[in-house]
């Protein structure tokens, strides 16, 4: 059984909120969702997101803070969080 379901027979309702996260993600500039899933998901530091989307470190951390507010606007909107 692969983990998704594994993970969704223990809490369906971690699956919803996965879901909500993905779909609020899109809603997001592509700016701000490009530093959220570099930093927040896939684990990469300030300074490598930075290199990669060649960006001051101090722009990567500022739309970090941006888009991390704006998620969170979205998904209390829908009564997530």
């Known amino acids: 059984m692969p983990i998704e379901e594994a993970d969704n027979c223990v809490d369906p ?3 919803d ?3 909500a996260v993905q779909k609020a993600l899109q809603l997001l500039e ?4 490009m530093v959220i899933i570099l930093r927040l998901i896939d684990g990469y530091s300030v300074k490598e997101t930075a290199e990669m989307l060649q960006l001051p470190q101090g722009t990567v951390a500022s739309r970090l803070a941006r888009a991390q507010e704006k998620l969170k606007d979205i998904l209390k909107k829908w009564n997530i969080v």
């Open 17 to 19: 909120i996965r879901d």
């Open 30 to 33: 592509p700016d701000f969702r």
């Open 13 to 15: 309702e971690r699956h």
